[in-house]
C-alpha cells in the first residue's frame, strides 16, 4: 500500500473493495484489502438504522440462515434479554429477525435458552406482526450439571439443557460495556445459560466479596465455559449500546448503527471489543479463549464484507 495515501482516500479504495480484513487497533478500525478470491467471509457488517432488515442482510452474507439452520433442526436463541436500560439489552427487532429465519428455514423448534419474556419482545413494534412466531418458542427449564475438560478455573457447570442438546446454538448478544470484563458480547452472554448457582462462583469463586474483586478469575471461567459448547452462529447488536456502568446500565451511549454476524465467537468478540476503544488482547476473556484454541483474536487474519 503506498504510504503517501491519505486515510480518507483509502477508505474508500477499500469500501470499494467491498471485502476487506480489520488490523487491530483501539481506536476505529483500520481496513487493509483482502484477497477478493477468498471464499471464507468471517465476519458481516451492515450499517444503517433498519435492524431488522439489516440483521437478514448480515446473514446472508455469510452464506444465508439455511447454511446453519438444517430442515427439521432445533434450534436454541441466547438473546441478552433481562436488562431494561436502553443499550443494556440486545434490540428485539434482531432477535425477531433472527427467530423468523430459522423458522423460514424450517426449524422444527425454536428454543429461547434464557426464556426471554413476553416484556422484553414487546419493546418491538414488530411484536403484533411476529406474535404467533413469538409465542411459539419453546421454553426449557431442566438443568444439568457437567464436567468442563480442560477447565483451568472452571471445572463443572451447571447449564441449560437446552443449550446443551440443541442442534444449532445462536448467540444473540449486544456489545456493551462491563465493568467486570470490560465488555459483554457472545463470550459473556454465554453465561446467560447458566444457573444463578454457577454464575455466582464465576464471580466469586476467586476469593474476594465483591463481584469484580477477581476479575481475571471471572474471565478465566467465561472463556473456560466456550469449551462446553461455542454458537453455531454469532448476530450481535452493535446498534445503539452503554460505555459506562455495565452491563445494567444506565450510561453513556454509543450509536454505531451496525449489525455484526459472524461464525467464531472469539473472532466476532475481537472486533466488536474495538467499538468500546478496546485491543482485543487487551480483554482477558477474549485472550484466554483464544488461548483453549477457539478462535481468531489478531484481526489482521480476519476476514470482513461491511456495507
Not at 257 to 276: E, Q
Request: overall charge positive; aromatic content about 8%; glycine content about 8%.
Amino acid at each position: 500500500m503506498d504510504n503517501s495515501m491519505n486515510r480518507r482516500e483509502f477508505m474508500k479504495r477499500s469500501a470499494a473493495a467491498g471485502v476487506v480484513t480489520i488490523a487491530g487497533s483501539f481506536s476505529l478500525p483500520s481496513m487493509v484489502a483482502a484477497n477478493q478470491t477468498s471464499s471464507k467471509l468471517d465476519l458481516s457488517i451492515i450499517n444503517g438504522t433498519t435492524y431488522f432488515e439489516n440483521t437478514f442482510k448480515a446473514v446472508e452474507m455469510l452464506g444465508g440462515i439455511s447454511k446453519f439452520v438444517p430442515k427439521g433442526c432445533t434450534v436454541g436463541l441466547l438473546i441478552n434479554s433481562p436488562w431494561n436500560k436502553p443499550g443494556s439489552y440486545t434490540n428485539p427487532d434482531v432477535a425477531i429477525a433472527v427467530l423468523k429465519m430459522c423458522i423460514d428455514a424450517g426449524a422444527s423448534k425454536v428454543y429461547s435458552i434464557e426464556n426471554a419474556s413476553t416484556g422484553y419482545w414487546k419493546r418491538s413494534n414488530k411484536y403484533e406482526t411476529y406474535k404467533s412466531a413469538i409465542e411459539s418458542i419453546q421454553v426449557n427449564s431442566e438443568r444439568k450439571t457437567i464436567p468442563v475438560k480442560n477447565g483451568k478455573s472452571l471445572k463443572e457447570v451447571e447449564i441449560s439443557k437446552a443449550f446443551l442438546e440443541c442442534d444449532v446454538l445462536i448467540n444473540i448478544p449486544i456489545i456493551k460495556n462491563h465493568q467486570g470484563v470490560n465488555i459483554s458480547c457472545n463470550l459473556k452472554n454465554s453465561m446467560g445459560a447458566c444457573t444463578h448457582k454457577t454464575n455466582e462462583f464465576f464471580h466469586r469463586g476467586g476469593g474476594g466479596q465483591g463481584y469484580y474483586d477477581n476479575s481475571d478469575f471471572l474471565a478465566q471461567c467465561i472463556a473456560d465455559l466456550q469449551l462446553v459448547r461455542t454458537p453455531n452462529l454469532c448476530v450481535v447488536d452493535a446498534a445503539e449500546f452503554i460505555l459506562t456502568n455495565g452491563p445494567a446500565g444506565p450510561g453513556e451511549l454509543k450509536k454505531a448503527n451496525k449489525i455484526v454476524a459472524g461464525t467464531n465467537c472469539v473472532s466476532v468478540d475481537a472486533y466488536c471489543s474495538t467499538l468500546l476503544d478496546y485491543k482485543p488482547s487487551d480483554i482477558s476473556m477474549i485472550k484466554f479463549a483464544h488461548q483453549h484454541g477457539l478462535g481468531e483474536i489478531d484481526l489482521t487474519k480476519v476476514t470482513v464484507k461491511e456495507t
